[in-house]
C-alpha cells in the first residue's frame, strides 16, 4: 500500500505499480471519514493506516458502485461498525432497479453496478455537507457518481470522473495505456459537464480513483475537457 499525505488528507494506493486503486482518508474533528474502499484485498492496508493514523474512522463515503471502489466494505465495516456508510442516492437508486428483475430495467443497457454487502446508513444529494465535506453530483463514469470537496484545503476527490494513470483523461476518454475507467464509463458527454461543473469549484487539489492526484488543475481540466470534446465528436 503506497500512501500520499497533506494536510488532514491520505491517499492510499493499493498495487500502485500494476494497477492503482485509490481510497482516501480525510482527518476532521479528531476523527476520520474514508472515501471508497478499493478492493477487498485493500482492506489490510487501510486498517493498517487508520491505526496509524490513531483516529477513530466514523463515516464511509462511497463515489459509486464498482468493485474496486466497495471492494473491502465488509471488512471495514467489521472493523468499525458504528461507521456510517453513504452513498449518492441516485447510485443507490439505480443499483437497487438493476437488482430487481421485476423493474422495466431502465438502465439495462448500462454496465451492472456491484450490489453493496452492507446497506448504506444514508444517501447523499447535491450540496449535502458532512462537516466541512461538500458533496457534488458529478455523474458521467455511472450516472449516480459524487465527488468529495473539502472546502478547508480546496482538495476535491472525484473517483472515477478522472484519471491520470495512463494519461490524464475525462470519464469515456480512453487511454490505451490504462483503459479501464475509460471503457467502463456510461456516459462520457456527462462526464465532461461534470468535469466542467467542478472547475467551478477552483480545486487546489484534485484526487482520483487510478493514478496520482492533480495540482495547478484548472487549466489542466480546460483542455481535457477540451480534448474529450474533440474525440467525442
Known amino acids: 500500500m503506497k500512501i500520499l499525505e497533506k494536510k488532514d488528507f491520505w491517499q492510499l ?24 474502499t478499493g478492493l477487498n484485498r485493500s482492506a489490510k492496508g487501510i486498517l493498517n493506516t487508520i491505526n496509524n493514523i490513531g483516529l477513530p474512522l466514523t463515516k464511509i463515503i462511497l463515489t459509486h458502485a464498482h ?28 443499483l437497487q432497479e438493476q437488482l430487481n428483475p421485476s423493474n422495466s430495467h431502465t438502465y439495462s443497457n448500462y454496465p451492472d453496478l456491484t450490489p453493496l454487502a452492507v446497506k ?24 449516480g457518481s459524487i465527488s468529495i470537496f473539502d ?17 490524464p483523461a475525462i470519464a469515456g476518454d480512453i487511454r490505451p495505456l490504462f483503459p479501464f475507467p475509460g471503457k467502463a464509463t456510461w456516459e462520457p458527454k456527462m462526464a465532461i459537464q461534470s468535469t466542467e461543473k467542478i472547475l467551478t469549484f ?7 480513483g487510478h493514478g496520482d492526484w492533480l495540482t495547478d488543475s484548472n487549466q489542466k481540466l480546460s483542455s481535457l475537457a477540451t480534448r474529450a470534446k474533440t474525440k467525442l465528436n
Open 202 to 208: 477552483q480545486p487546489s487539489l484534485i484526487a482520483c
Open 151 to 167: 472546502q478547508r484545503h480546496g482538495y476535491l476527490v472525484v473517483g472515477d470522473l478522472l484519471q491520470t494513470r495512463g494519461g
Open 13 to 36: 494506493t493499493d498495487m500502485p505499480v500494476l494497477f492503482p486503486i485509490n481510497c482516501f482518508l480525510i482527518a476532521e474533528n479528531q476523527e476520520l471519514t474514508l472515501i471508497d
Open 120 to 143: 448504506p446508513t444514508g444517501f447523499l444529494e447535491d450540496g449535502d455537507r458532512i462537516n466541512s465535506l461538500l458533496i457534488i453530483e458529478t455523474p458521467g463514469h455511472t450516472l
Open 67 to 94: 468493485i474496486d471502489h466497495v471492494g473491502s466494505l465488509t471488512k471495514i465495516n467489521a472493523a468499525f461498525p458504528d461507521a456510517e456508510i453513504l452513498i449518492g442516492k441516485q447510485e443507490w437508486s439505480i
